[in-house]
């Protein structure tokens, strides 16, 4: 069995980052670590959340783990608070990972052209700073906007895409991997860049005319647990957007959804499935 760090907040209530992080790569079958970074009432899109940082526990915790020597297949980084936190989690993945180790990072912090309420343009600098490090990155054009200096676009064709890819992978990230990338009307995907082979890739399915919070950790959760079940890249970023779309689909036909999250828990038996199917 596999053995994944995953190092992003507790929002407890929100289904998102560790919430969705942990049920999805367990379902996939991985020994799933968490270092949580802060613990929020609820995700910051709701009112009146409350947030305790927890900047000052992981040090200790990560010593301990050095201490009792253990090691990890991959470490997995989603939604960092603040950039002291950034720094952190650089002098851990320089810890612990080693030529086997895949280090997966999603610098989640934006959407449809806006940082998310805590971060500004300093934050996503930093951000940028662990993209760098990274064997695999999975921002969105948003998020890839801001640490690429690039202008956002709502309208793009497929060179504004590639420019990005080639300016994230400039960064020092060994592939990059946007997400919600539409290539044509009416779909959406991924597409990616091997900065080795200088390879792209691309999937795009059928884009669910419905958008909801924390599918970003999902596609990301998915996509890093695909990978390190030894699934190829071109496996990986598909069952990552089938399921995330899937997900939606359910969800936007749930009368009873949330407002707040998808109901990923619903589509998790396919899942497995798909990924058992393809061992
Ligand atoms: O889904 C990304 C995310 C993770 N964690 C927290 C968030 C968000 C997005 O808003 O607020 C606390």
């Keep these: 069995m596999k053995r994944i760090l995953t190092i992003q907040d507790i929002s407890c209530l929100g289904k998102c980052s560790l919430t969705v992080a942990l ?5 996939l079958g991985h020994e799933t670590v968490i ?3 802060a613990v929020l009432s609820t995700h910051t899109m709701f ?5 305790k940082d927890l900047s000052d526990q992981l040090r200790p915790i990560t010593a301990h783990w050095k201490q009792q020597g253990f090691k990890f297949d991959a470490i997995y980084t989603g939604y960092l608070g603040t950039e002291e936190e950034i720094e952190e989690v650089k002098k851990i993945i320089s810890d612990f990972a080693d030529e086997n180790t895949l280090v997966f990072v999603d610098p989640a912090m934006a959407d449809n052209g806006k ?12 951000n940028a700073t662990l993209c760098g490090i990274a064997d695999v990155i999975v921002p969105n054009i948003t998020e890839a906007a801001f640490m690429t200096d ?19 992978v400039g960064l020092g990230a060994k592939t990059a991997i946007l997400t919600g990338v ?18 792209y890739f691309v999937y795009q399915n059928k884009k669910i005319p419905a958008a909801y919070h924390g599918t970003g950790d999902i596609f990301s959760s998915v996509c890093v647990g695909a990978l390190l079940r030894g699934l190829s890249r071109q496996q990986s970023i598909e ?40 061992k």
């Design 239 to 278: 069952i990552a957007a089938d399921y995330t779309a899937k997900t939606i689909d359910v969800t936007r036909n749930n009368p009873d959804k949330p407002w707040y999250g998808v109901d990923f828990e619903a589509t998790i038996p396919e899942l497995v499935d798909r990924v058992e199917k393809l």
């Design 182 to 199: 539409s290539l044509s009307e009416g779909k959406t995907g991924a597409m990616g860049l091997d900065s080795k082979t200088g390879e």
């Design 115 to 126: 940082l998310y309420p805590a971060f500004d343009l300093a934050y996503a600098k930093r």
């Design 23 to 27: 049920p999805l790569l367990s379902a």
């Design 35 to 37: 270092l949580p970074t």
């Design 150 to 168: 690039t202008e956002y676009r709502e309208e793009y064709d497929e060179e504004y895409v590639k420019a990005l890819l080639n300016k994230l």
């Design 47 to 51: 009112e009146g959340f409350t947030v």
